[in-house]
């Protein structure tokens, strides 16, 4: 009969529970730094789009005109410059170290603050808010669901990438257009798949700790993570805020 104090017939089934306590620890601390990567970018992309939308240095960014508002040569580089990293972060994340991905990371956040702060000069404050905190709550939804559903959402991945590509393309021929019609279904279709690429992306990044946990690429496979996520939010909450901001005019 099996002694169940001898070591020699309990610590295979205790060693297999402890794999299973650190793999999951392991794998909330990952999650962890992930989101508070992603939230931290969201914030100060926020915090300087208020601050530059706010203030004079919006001036740097735009001047009016008698159509509206056209970019200065500084608007044109804080818009185009993000593009350029996020590029280069998707394209050179192997090459680069982890510092470096991290440094890429805030001030593509950044750069894209004082390039969204021309919303403050379109959408009143308060609409922006609403639409903000709608965004926060519904991207919590999908994210949890991508990080709890037993279901392989991999198969919607391709889905999603191919209805993103049109959707880049309809908003590039909307831009000669001038569509409002054409607008509003671009704007219903953005929120719908970026609701979808949120839990796509929350469970495609929970599946990679299980290749990364305990290598040097942990930390790099965090932060585009983090990148991922951050460019998921802010896309639901631009198409969102086409649809529901209250124009200032």
């Avoid at 299973?20 to 508070?36: F, K, P, Q, T």
């Avoid at 939230?39 to 992309?45: A, C, E, I, P």
Wanted: hydrophobic fraction near 55%; avoid cysteine; proline fraction near 2%.
């Amino acid at each position: 009969m099996a002694n169940w104090s001898d070591p020699r017939t309990t610590t295979p089934y205790a060693a297999t529970d402890a794999r299973a306590e650190a793999y999951d620890a392991g794998l909330r601390a990952y999650m962890l730094s992930v989101y508070n990567y992603m939230l931290s970018g969201v914030l100060l992309t926020g915090i300087i789009a208020m601050v530059v939308g706010n203030t004079s240095l919006i001036e740097l960014i735009v001047q009016p005109t008698a159509r509206g508002y056209a970019p200065t040569l500084l608007g044109w580089i804080v818009t185009l410059s993000p593009l350029a990293i996020v590029f280069a972060m998707s394209f050179g994340q192997n090459r680069f170290s982890e510092g470096t991905l991290k440094a890429m990371f805030f001030a593509y956040a950044g750069l894209l603050g004082a390039s969204l702060s021309t919303i403050f000069l379109a959408y009143t404050q308060a609409s922006i808010a609403t639409v903000f905190f709608a965004t926060a709550a519904g991207f919590a939804g999908l994210s949890l669901y991508g990080y709890t559903t037993k279901r392989d959402l991999s198969a919607f991945g391709t889905f999603l990438i191919i209805g993103l590509i049109g959707l880049i393309v309809a908003s590039i021929v909307n831009l000669f257009l001038q569509s409002g019609t054409m607008s509003l279904v671009i704007s219903v279709i953005g929120v719908l798949i970026f609701a979808g690429l949120t839990a796509y992306d929350t469970q495609k990044i929970k599946s990679m700790y299980a290749y990364v946990a305990g290598t040097d690429m942990i930390g790099k496979v965090v932060i585009m993570g983090a990148l991922n996520l951050y460019l998921d939010f802010i896309n639901m909450f631009l198409f969102l805020l086409r649809l529901f901001g209250s124009s200032r005019d």
